[in-house]
Nanobody, 122 residues
Framework: VQLQASGGGSVQAGGSLRLSCVDS????????MAWFRQAPGKERVFVSA????????RYADSVKGRFTISRDNAKNTVYLQMNSLKPDDTAVYYC????????????????WGQGTQVTVSS
């Protein structure tokens, strides 16, 4: 598995979780790592992205101010710190790797992890 996501779980509203994604095949500094999520019965949507080289980030409006994406280049790992979680954040979270600058489109990410479940109860 090239992208390994972990850190999901069940929390109450207002709680926090930190997701991790290890990219065992990362070779290009220009690459970008992103998080998407898919709620039950809904399409998969963009959450956040980060560029490995300079740490530039992008967030969906729905998570701005609550989620923080970061990376550890030495560990080839990207993190998604999720605070002030809401029931609407319940979804399977996927990490994805691509080369386009901070794209929010699934088609720009050719490599995907297996997903990790996040459940937020009210």
């Amino acid at each position: 598995v090239q992208l390994q996501a972990s850190g999901g779980g069940s929390v109450q509203a207002g709680g926090s979780l930190r997701l991790s994604c290890v990219d065992s095949r990362r070779t290009f500094t220009r690459d970008v790592m992103a998080w998407f999520r898919q709620a039950p019965g809904k399409e998969r949507v963009f959450v956040s992205a980060i560029r490995w080289s300079d740490g530039s980030t992008r967030y969906a409006d729905s998570v701005k101010g609550r989620f923080t994406i970061s990376r550890d280049n030495a560990k080839n790992t990207v993190y998604l710190q999720m605070n002030s979680l809401k029931p609407d954040d319940t979804a399977v979270y996927y990490c994805a790797a691509g080369a386009n600058p901070l794209s929010g489109l699934e088609r720009d990410y050719p490599r995907w992890g297996q997903g990790t479940q996040v459940t937020v109860s009210s």
